[in-house]
C-alpha cells in the first residue's frame, strides 16, 4: 500500500459513519441461476493488424508507460469531504474540466494491478496505476464518436498526475500506415499482462497492447486524425494512441448475443467474467431481458486467450441495469446503476444487496498482501465523477 493510499485511508475514514451512506447491511435476494457454459464461446485474432502496426511504430515510435506518466499533464484531486461511505479506503477525482465535461464519459475501470498481481507493488513500468476507459460523444447530446483510457498514478513516490491516450484502430498499409477513432462505449476494460480488453459491445473485445503506445503530433485541429497529406499523424491533439492489436469475438448457441457491457478480470481463475446491462420491460436502447454473467478462461500460463475458448461459467441473472462486475475466489459482485445497490453472491452462501453509489459504473477487484483487499468503481455523472475503492471484505455478504 503507497503512503498516499494509507493517508487518504486514514483521512477519510474518520467521516464514514457521518456520510451519506449508513453500516451496510446484507439484505436476502435472489440469486443467479446456472446456464450451459458451453453455449457461450469466443474466437481470439491478435495479429489481426500486425503488418500495419510494425509500419505505425517503425513511422511513429512508442512511448513506454513511465515515459507517458513523465510526461502526464492534468491534476488529480481528492475526492470531495461530503463523500463517504462503509469500508472508503481512498480514491480521487479527475480534474475541474473532465469532472464536469458533458461529451466525455468515463466507464471502466482496472489497475496496474490486475496487470501484475501484487508482485514489485503491483507497479507496471515502475509506476502503481489506476486505468480509466472512456467514450466521448459529438457534443453534449451526440453520438458516440471514440475512446480513450486515462493512466493515474496511485502512488506516493509519484505526482498526483494522470494523463489521456486516445485508442485507435489501425487503417492503411505498410507503405502508407494509418489509424482512424474507435466509436465504441468502452464500458469495461481489463489490463492483464501486457495486454488491454476493451468491452466492444456488439461484438466482445478488443485488444490493445501497452508495450505499443505510439507518439503522435498535437498540433493540428482538434477533429484530425490519423494521416495527414504532410505525412504528419494528428489524433484529435493527443499526444499518445494505444493502436488496437487484435479481437476477441463472441459467440453464443444460446439464441440470444450477448450485450458486452462490462468486464472485469479475476486474477485466482485467470478468466474474464463479462455482464449485460439490461432492463426488465420499457428500454428502447438495451435488451428487454434478463442479464447474464460468463466467464471465459485464459490460455493456461498466459495473458491471452486461446484461439477458440469455450466459457467456464455462465449465468442468468436476477438483476438489471448492471454496468460493473467482478470476481474473486468464487466470489461475484454486481453493480446495478439503476438500482444504486451492489450484489453480492456465492453458490454456497447466496446473495446480499448493499446500499451503492448513484451512476455507478465497472468494478475492478485490487489484490494486496499486506492490507484488505479492495473493490475499486468509479461513477461517470458529469460534476460528480468520484474514483474510489471500498475494502472488498465489507461487501462480502
Given at each position: 500500500?503507497?503512503?498516499?493510499?494509507?493517508?487518504?485511508?486514514?483521512?477519510?475514514?474518520?467521516?464514514?459513519?457521518?456520510?451519506?451512506?449508513?453500516?451496510?447491511?446484507?439484505?436476502?435476494?435472489?440469486?443467479?441461476?446456472?446456464?450451459?457454459?458451453?453455449?457461450?464461446?469466443?474466437?481470439?485474432?491478435?495479429?489481426?493488424?500486425?503488418?500495419?502496426?510494425?509500419?505505425?511504430?517503425?513511422?511513429?515510435?512508442?512511448?513506454?508507460?513511465?515515459?507517458?506518466?513523465?510526461?502526464?499533464?492534468?491534476?488529480?484531486?481528492?475526492?470531495?469531504?461530503?463523500?463517504?461511505?462503509?469500508?472508503?479506503?481512498?480514491?480521487?477525482?479527475?480534474?475541474?474540466?473532465?469532472?464536469?465535461?458533458?461529451?466525455?464519459?468515463?466507464?471502466?475501470?482496472?489497475?496496474?494491478?490486475?496487470?501484475?498481481?501484487?508482485?514489485?507493488?503491483?507497479?507496471?513500468?515502475?509506476?502503481?496505476?489506476?486505468?480509466?476507459?472512456?467514450?466521448?460523444?459529438?457534443?453534449?447530446?451526440?453520438?458516440?464518436?471514440?475512446?480513450?483510457?486515462?493512466?493515474?498514478?496511485?502512488?506516493?513516490?509519484?505526482?498526483?498526475?494522470?494523463?489521456?491516450?486516445?485508442?485507435?484502430?489501425?487503417?492503411?498499409?505498410?507503405?502508407?500506415?494509418?489509424?482512424?477513432?474507435?466509436?465504441?462505449?468502452?464500458?469495461?476494460?481489463?489490463?492483464?499482462?501486457?495486454?488491454?480488453?476493451v468491452a466492444d459491445t456488439g461484438r466482445g473485445m478488443r485488444v490493445f497492447d501497452m508495450r505499443k503506445i505510439l507518439k503522435t503530433d498535437t498540433g493540428g485541429t482538434a477533429d484530425q486524425i490519423g494521416r495527414q497529406p504532410s505525412g504528419t499523424y494528428y489524433a484529435h491533439n493527443y499526444a499518445y494512441v494505444l493502436p488496437q492489436v487484435g479481437t476477441i469475438t463472441s459467440a453464443t448457441t444460446s439464441g440470444t448475443n450477448l450485450a458486452w457491457s462490462s468486464i472485469s478480470l479475476d486474477r485466482v481463475t485467470k478468466s474474464i467474467v463479462m455482464t449485460e446491462y439490461t432492463c426488465p420491460s420499457g428500454c428502447t436502447a438495451y435488451p428487454n431481458r434478463a442479464p447474464r454473467a460468463i466467464r471465459y478462461p485464459f490460455a493456461a500460463g498466459t495473458t491471452t486467450f486461446a484461439a477458440t475458448t469455450t466459457a467456464s461459467q455462465a449465468l442468468?441473472?436476477?438483476?438489471?441495469?448492471?454496468?460493473?462486475?467482478?470476481?474473486?475466489?468464487?466470489?461475484?459482485?454486481?453493480?446495478?446503476?439503476?438500482?444504486?445497490?451492489?450484489?453480492?453472491?456465492?453458490?454456497?452462501?447466496?446473495?446480499?444487496?448493499?446500499?451503492?453509489?448513484?451512476?455507478?459504473?465497472?468494478?475492478?477487484?485490487?489484490?494486496?498482501?499486506?492490507?484488505?483487499?479492495?473493490?475499486?468503481?468509479?461513477?461517470?455523472?458529469?460534476?460528480?465523477?468520484?474514483?474510489?475503492?471500498?475494502?472488498?471484505?465489507?461487501?462480502?455478504?
Open positions: 500500500m503507497s503512503l498516499q493510499h494509507r493517508f487518504l485511508r486514514a483521512t477519510l475514514a474518520a467521516g464514514v459513519l457521518a456520510g451519506v451512506f449508513a453500516t451496510p447491511a446484507a439484505a436476502a435476494a435472489a440469486v443467479p441461476a446456472t446456464l450451459p457454459a458451453g453455449q457461450y464461446t469466443l474466437t481470439a485474432d491478435y495479429h489481426r493488424y500486425d503488418t500495419v502496426n510494425a509500419a505505425l511504430v517503425s513511422t511513429l515510435g512508442t512511448a513506454a508507460v513511465h515515459t507517458v506518466m513523465d510526461n502526464a499533464n492534468h491534476d488529480r484531486t481528492a475526492l470531495p469531504s461530503s463523500f463517504s461511505m462503509p469500508g472508503l479506503a481512498g480514491g480521487f477525482r479527475f480534474d475541474s474540466g473532465d469532472n464536469s465535461d458533458c461529451a466525455n464519459y468515463p466507464q471502466g475501470i482496472t489497475t496496474s494491478r490486475d496487470a501484475v498481481g501484487t508482485a514489485g507493488g503491483g507497479t507496471y513500468d515502475g509506476h502503481q496505476l489506476v486505468l480509466v476507459s472512456w467514450y466521448t460523444k459529438d457534443g453534449c447530446d451526440g453520438d458516440q464518436q471514440r475512446s480513450r483510457i486515462t493512466l493515474a498514478d496511485w502512488d506516493a513516490t509519484y505526482p498526483n498526475k494522470y494523463r489521456k491516450i486516445l485508442l485507435v484502430e489501425p487503417t492503411g498499409t505498410a507503405t502508407t500506415p494509418d489509424f482512424k477513432d474507435i466509436p465504441i462505449h468502452a464500458g469495461g476494460v481489463s489490463w492483464y499482462g501486457d495486454y488491454l480488453y442468468q441473472l436476477p438483476w438489471y441495469k448492471l454496468n460493473g462486475v467482478a470476481s474473486h475466489n468464487g466470489r461475484w459482485w454486481f453493480q446495478s446503476s439503476g438500482a444504486k445497490q451492489l450484489y453480492y453472491w456465492t453458490p454456497s452462501t447466496g446473495s446480499a444487496t448493499y446500499a451503492w453509489v448513484s451512476s455507478g459504473e465497472s468494478i475492478s477487484y485490487w489484490e494486496d498482501d499486506t492490507a484488505a483487499d479492495l473493490l475499486w468503481t468509479l461513477q461517470e455523472a458529469a460534476g460528480s465523477r468520484n474514483v474510489f475503492a471500498v475494502e472488498q471484505a465489507t461487501y462480502d455478504g
